[in-house]
């Protein structure tokens, strides 16, 4: 069955030190790839995605994305995380031929001073 | 400013009761789409939309309807039959392409007590 995991459900890390959060597809294609991140009791709000091209992304708020083929991997990575990025995290795919949208369950991300 | 608007932020019901969240949005996107947000549990498809006066459901439709009777509204109706409605739920819309790039704008949801 086609799925999308992210194997952390919570993740702690210290103001300033740097983030990555795992993400991980089972598709035969390469899927269309996003992540998006949700504030408490806000909608989503898009980083970043991947179609094609280069494989490391840029998006907003200083976070990048990898993504590897060989791993079916599609790993958020930020460089030095600020408080206010505490928050939960969602990766997402899309496929050809499908109209809709299938996200993980998520990655709440808790920011230490 | 283009956006999704759900109203009401907050909306409490008595058990048995129907009730009707909100969804409109101006970017002129054809597709919409209900999810439901539970802890833990990410975000699950209810219904969705392609196209005024189509719908389709999805992976929890069951205990929800829907109409799309104009472009820029999708209103989501939450019966009586839904066992547990208690949840915050998330409108969103997109351009659909059928390549995949369904890249979705969220509206800020609307969170649902039943009482």
């Known amino acids: 069955a086609q799925s999308v995991t992210q194997p952390d459900i919570h993740i702690t890390v210290s103001e300033g030190a740097s983030l990555e959060l795992r993400c991980n597809y089972s598709y035969g294609a390469t899927p269309y790839l996003f992540w998006y991140v949700q504030s408490p009791g806000q909608g989503l709000q898009l980083l970043l995605k991947y179609f094609s091209g280069d494989t490391l992304v840029q998006g907003i708020k200083g976070f990048e994305a990898e993504f590897k083929r060989s791993q079916s991997s599609f790993n958020l990575r930020k460089p030095s995380v600020h408080w206010s990025d505490a928050a939960e995290y969602f990766c997402?795919?899309?496929?050809?031929?499908?109209?809709?949208?299938?996200f993980g369950k998520g990655t709440m991300l808790l920011v230490s001073p | 400013d283009g956006g999704i608007t759900q109203s009401p932020k907050y909306l409490f019901r008595k058990e048995g009761q129907n009730v009707t969240l909100s969804c409109e949005q101006n970017?002129?996107?054809?597709?919409m789409y209900w999810y439901r947000q539970d802890p833990g549990q990410g975000l699950r498809l209810i219904y969705y939309?392609?196209?005024?006066?189509?719908?389709q459901k999805g992976d929890i439709a069951e205990g929800y309807s829907v109409s799309r009777e104009k472009k820029e509204s999708f209103p989501l109706t939450v019966t009586s039959a839904q066992k547990n409605p208690t949840a915050f739920y998330l409108c969103?819309?997109?351009?659909?392409?059928?390549?995949?790039?369904?890249?979705?704008?969220f509206g800020p949801g609307t969170r649902l007590t039943v009482l």
């Open positions: 939309s392609q196209i005024v006066n189509d719908f």
């Open positions: 969103a819309s997109s351009i659909p392409r059928g390549g995949g790039d369904n890249e979705q704008f």
């Open positions: 997402a795919v899309g496929l050809p031929g499908y109209s809709t949208l299938t």
């Open positions: 970017l002129n996107h054809d597709a």
